[in-house]
């Protein structure tokens, strides 16, 4: 067994966004050398591109509970380790006319066996505070809620990934990996035209939506559900906390405050590029058209900015078209189809990155017979 930092394995982590920066945060506390690599700026990928909530699990409560219960503890974690990075501002859950009747007791069964505190609110006390929202509400459900700043988030994991020895490369593009005998043995990047080779024992591809790519620079297969969302920043504050409906998650359901802007969202649409286009005018339209109905004087408020990401969902074997896709993680070990020590991980949320990374460092760490614990979830910010 490897005792020392430097007997340790060098590890290269592919991606950096919140994943692969929460994997190389979790490596370099173990002790692991460690390079992330990342082809544009930290961040610049799904992860800046979201409602940027650090979930409480309740919107997942009804379709993936055990998925909820998973949220809520890692908001809880994540809102300890990085408290300079998020805002406690809470959720609300509003059930409207044409939702359906039955869902309000599902989701509270739900949020209860998922352990994730909500309490039925008074309409006319979430009128009182949310003057913005319609008031053909039917029912409202308080839910600890959050959100996470990604800017500040990969300030902070970047910070902490280089004190504690960690290497990060920006605008480094992979180009090649190359193998003997079945196993990784280095990475080739490109910066600015210029090749360079780096040496490793091991890689996890943490590359969100372009981690089927990678894989196929080794000829690995790595399959994802690739779905498209937009929204749309509106000028002013419209809502003091996240109000999601009440409902299966869906299109056009969540309004997030942000500083003194309004965010709505989001849209879902298959796509197979995860090199999306800009906004469609179309899509413009129905991100509006969704917001009236919880906010009808929506239009008074100027839209000024879009965005759209893709979600690197993992791919069902068989899919429900009456529920939402599965938003679990998956870590695939591709020693099962003849490469060793290489590793991807794919799915989950922002809200749950830092699990992800203690999942796939801890089956890394089994490859190598290395039995270090994970510390990622008590291990204080360094100032």
């Known amino acids: 067994m490897l005792k020392t930092k430097n007997m340790m394995p060098r590890i290269i982590v592919i991606g950096g966004g919140a994943t692969g920066c929460g994997v190389a945060r979790d490596l370099v506390l173990r002790g ?34 055990s998925f909820a219960a998973e949220c809520y503890n890692e908001r809880n974690i994540i809102s300890k380790i990085f408290p300079k990075a998020v805002e406690l501002i809470g959720g609300l859950f509003i ?30 006390e979430v009128l009182k505070h ?21 800017t500040k988030l990969f300030y902070l994991l970047a910070k902490e990934i280089r004190a504690y020895g960690g290497k990060i490369l920006t605008n480094h593009k992979v180009v090649s990996i190359k193998q003997i005998n079945n196993i990784v043995s280095s990475v080739v990047v490109s910066h600015n035209g210029v090749k360079k080779n780096i040496e490793c024992d091991g890689i996890i591809n943490a ?23 937009c929204g749309i920043f509106f000028a002013g504050q419209l809502v003091s906390q996240a109000i999601n409906r009440c ?9 997030c405050p ?38 009808p004087n929506i239009k008074k408020y100027k839209l000024f900015k879009m ?24 870590v695939i070990d591709h020693e099962e189809t003849g490469l060793n020590n290489f590793l991807t991980i794919c799915g989950g949320a922002l809200t749950t990155h830092r699990l992800m990374a203690e999942d796939v460092v801890n089956k890394l760490g089994n490859k190598f017979g290395i039995d270090i614990a994970c510390s990622s979830h008590t291990t204080p910010l360094l100032n």
């Open 258 to 295: 942000s500083g003194q802007e309004s965010l709505w969202g989001t849209t879902s649409e298959v796509v197979y590029n995860p090199d999306t286009p800009k906004t469609r005018p179309d899509e413009i339209q129905e991100l509006l058209s969704g917001a009236e109905k919880l906010f």
């Open 247 to 255: 409902r299966i998650p869906n299109n056009n359901d969540i309004m």
């Open 130 to 150: 949310e003057k913005e929202l319609t008031k053909n509400i039917l029912r409202a459900f308080h839910v600890p809620d959050a959100l996470i700043y990604p």
């Open 95 to 124: 059930s409207l006319p044409n939702d359906p009747e039955d869902y309000p007791e599902k989701f509270l069964k739900g949020c209860k066996i998922a352990k994730i505190p909500t309490k039925e609110i008074e309409i006319s």
């Open 307 to 330: 965005w759209s990401g893709v979600r690197p969902l993992v791919k069902p074997k068989k899919i429900d078209k009456n529920l939402p896709l599965p938003r679990r993680h998956l």
């Open 207 to 229: 590359a969100g939506p372009w981690s089927s790519k990678i894989a196929k620079l080794i000829n690995q297969n790595v399959e994802l559900q690739l779905t498209r969302g």
């Open 32 to 65: 692991y050398q460690t390079t992330l690599v990342e082809s544009g700026n930290l961040g610049s990928g799904t992860s800046s591109r979201s409602h940027g909530m650090l979930q409480s699990g309740a919107r997942y409560a009804v379709t993936e509970t």
